[in-house]
């Protein structure tokens, strides 16, 4: 199931090149990822019965636990309703002449290529394979960045590829030491293997599993937007086409910190401590904080806007990984699939405006209350919930991360992470709030013009608002197993 | 043996400094091409013995892919790009040359006193190879930095990705096979794309001067 998975959004992206027609491209771009999501579920389905799911072809190169299993199922699920989404989008970017049939099919391979690159972050095994792909989303999405190819967004496409590559090869300077730690443990077809990693991290070289550590923290880091490493973040994100961003921030940004747990497990297992990697992660993720709620509350745009809350985002879960008590993990965990919904339900809210307004600057929107019936509102009220506004599930995992920093004694952590978090919502409120009321300038219609794109919007919305309530037992049992992996705590099978 | 390759990962270290003083395009391309070939040298030389002493051939076939990758096809892929966006030579750098080389020279110091102090990857005696290799990552990332051309931090970030490969290549004796293969696809890959970035670069702001890319900030 899972190789099939990889070969079926393998197999598509290529078609999309070959096939004609854009209601062709629509139709299979629907039925492929309505299949994937599908074929995660059953996938998810096996790991909370087996704990995890492996493969013997290939040299067992797929692997699948709790903790991939609830990233590959945030992609996946994005992945469809960022499919149904992008329809709507693309047909009015057709009627409009920005894009024509020929790059409506670039558009889907490369969005399909993206996918696959993250999809297969997550299912491998191998940390050196681990580390390819992600360096290989980088590179499938770096025209998706430049699609408009006008002068702004080819010059984010240069930044985030220069940017991201360089900080990819810091991460791949870590694997080679990880490598090097592990070279009197392991044997050759073991070599780099997570799952035997981790079995024996005790016996690893810890002098240079450190040194490690800081390479893949950084380099890592620097995909996932952890200031000082995020000024590729802002630009690309705002650049890309709207239903990308949603996937750049809902999913890439997960999949690059997928890879400083994994390595945080295997370090803090060999030190039987997390304060060296506690440190680090703490001082990353307040810095990262910090500097979103600087730039969110002098921020002209909207877009950037929700690319800096990204980062602070990212900080919060990378704080509370760095925390590493079993509470802050459940937290961290939750609160990336919490950011992802909430985060992509705002992006793709921002494309509409931006379709309707055709600007990106704050300052020249007023009214979208009015003029966009379901969309204005929904956006409203992903603010809200972005920013931490109970009943969303973005408070709920903030809450439980809060508390998990006052359960472990961090009593000053916490009253700054609290402030932190009240200025972000202050820079939100006085800077985006004005979008929504007063009446609309010029001569623009009032409606919506993307309605797959609204019923997707309203379904995002339905979700934040009853998994901030309420936690599907199943979805619990998944978090409990990613959390022990991390912790350790259970006898894996190598 | 020991000796041939404490040779070469000094000889990569000077070409890297070479690089940083040179001052035009084509002769940093050229640089680069030298270093390749000093790099696949080392590989062939690890790769014959890792052949008669275990019978592995995968060193071997990465040191190929090496002279037919870095040294034959990115080279001249540079050279094409270069001759079709930019007709003359300017000054292409931000510092000058014998400052730049005063910084590498106390980046080879750093990565000395950071690498000598970490147990595990000096047995007994301080491994100057590994400092050699981490020193020419550092070099790469200054060089990065200090030019203004797209083409330069091109050529820069194919030094760091020479730099890694020699420092998994002295440290470890290579990555599994598999790993390596991945990192050439994404190499390959990754400069194709900055190849066209160049072009539209070029297009759209009518030079490569990389300090006229600032829309994009705050």
Not at chain 1, 95 to 116: K, P, S, T
Not at chain 1, 312 to 337: C, D, K, N, Y
Not at chain 1, 396 to 419: K, Q
Request: charged share 10%; with cysteine; glycine share 10%.
């Amino acid at each position: 199931m899972g190789l099939f998975l990889l070969a079926v959004t393998g197999i598509t992206a290529v078609l999309f090149l070959l096939l004609p027609g854009r209601n062709l491209l629509h139709g299979l771009s629907l039925a492929a990822s309505a299949g994937l999501l599908g074929g995660a579920g059953g996938l998810t389905r096996e790991v909370l019965r087996q704990g995890q799911v492996t493969y013997p072809a290939l040299g067992g190169f797929f692997y699948l636990d709790g903790l991939s299993a609830i990233i590959l199922d945030i992609v996946l699920l994005l992945g469809f309703l960022v499919s149904v989404y992008s329809v709507g989008y693309l047909e009015a970017e057709f009627r409009h002449g920005q894009v024509d049939e020929r790059r409506l099919g670039i558009y889907y391979f490369l969005m399909y290529a993206f996918m696959f690159t993250m999809m297969l972050a997550l299912t491998v095994k191998n940390m050196g394979m681990m580390w390819i792909a992600i360096e290989a989303t980088t590179l499938a999405s770096a025209f998706l960045v430049g699609f408009y190819n006008d002068k702004l967004s080819v010059e984010a496409a240069w930044k985030y590829v220069i940017i991201c590559s360089v900080g990819i090869a810091v991460a791949l300077l870590g694997i080679i030491f990880l490598h090097l730690s592990s070279l009197s443990v392991l044997n050759p077809p073991q070599l780099l293997d997570w799952t035997a990693l981790y079995d024996q991290a005790e016996a690893l070289q810890s002098p240079i599993l450190r040194l490690a550590f800081i390479f893949i923290l950084v380099g890592f880091g620097t995909k996932a937007g952890l200031a000082p490493m995020h000024t590729w973040l802002p630009g690309a994100h705002s650049q890309a086409p709207s239903p990308i961003s949603a996937l750049l921030s809902g999913v890439l940004l997960n999949s690059a910190l997928y890879g400083i747990i994994r390595t945080v497990a295997i370090v803090n297992k060999n030190l039987g401590s997390s304060a060296f990697t506690g440190r680090l992660l703490i001082a990353i993720g307040l810095l990262s904080m910090a500097t979103a709620a600087i730039f969110i509350l002098t921020q002209k745009e909207y877009k950037r806007l929700l690319a800096y809350s990204s980062i602070e985002h990212m900080g919060i879960i990378a704080l509370a990984v760095g925390i590493f008590t079993p509470a802050s993990i459940f937290g961290a965990l939750l609160h990336m699939i919490n950011h992802s919904l909430t985060k992509s339900m705002l992006f793709l809210s921002c494309g509409t405006v931006l379709q309707k307004y055709g600007v990106k600057e704050i300052a020249r929107i007023r009214g979208v209350l009015s003029l966009l019936p379901v969309s204005g509102p929904v956006f409203l009220l992903g603010l809200f919930a972005i920013a931490g506004t109970p009943p969303f599930s973005v408070f709920s995992s903030e809450l439980s991360i809060i508390g998990a920093v006052f359960a472990a004694d961090r009593l000053l952590l916490g009253a700054v992470f609290i402030l932190l978090l009240a200025l972000v919502f202050m820079g939100m409120a006085l800077s985006m709030f004005r979008m929504f009321y007063g009446g609309p300038r010029g001569k623009l219609v009032r409606g919506e013009n993307n309605l797959p794109g609204t019923v997707v919007l309203m379904l995002l919305l339905a979700a934040i608002a009853v998994t901030g309530l309420y936690l599907p037992p199943d979805l619990q049992q998944l978090l409990l197993q990613a959390q022990q992996i991390i912790i350790g705590g259970q006898a894996h099978a190598g | 043996m020991a000796n041939y390759l404490d040779a070469l990962s000094v000889l990569i270290l000077v070409s890297s400094f070479v690089l940083v003083a040179n001052k035009r395009i084509s002769s940093y391309i050229a640089t680069f091409r030298l270093q390749s070939l000093l790099i696949a040298l080392t590989a062939g030389m690890m790769g014959l013995q890792s052949l008669r002493l275990e019978g592995r051939v995968d060193v071997l076939v990465v040191g190929l892919l090496i002279v037919s990758l870095k040294v034959i096809y990115i080279p001249n892929l540079l050279n094409r790009t270069f001759a079709q966006v930019e007709y003359r030579v300017e000054k292409d750098f931000f510092l000058n040359i014998p400052l730049l080389v005063l910084i590498c020279c106390g980046l080879v110091v750093f990565s000395y006193f950071s690498i000598s102090t970490i147990a595990g990857i000096n047995a007994g005696t301080i491994n100057m190879q590994v400092v050699n290799s981490v020193s020419v990552v550092l070099i790469g990332l200054l060089f990065m930095i200090s030019r203004k051309k797209a083409i330069g931090q091109m050529v820069g970030f194919l030094v760091i990705e020479n730099g890694l490969f020699v420092t998994a290549l002295f440290s470890t004796h290579g990555m599994p096979f598999i790993v390596d293969m991945g990192i050439f696809i994404d190499m390959i890959t990754a400069v194709l794309i900055m190849g066209i970035l160049v072009f539209r670069i070029n297009e759209k702001f009518e030079s490569i001067n990389l300090h006229e890319l600032k829309n994009l900030r705050g």
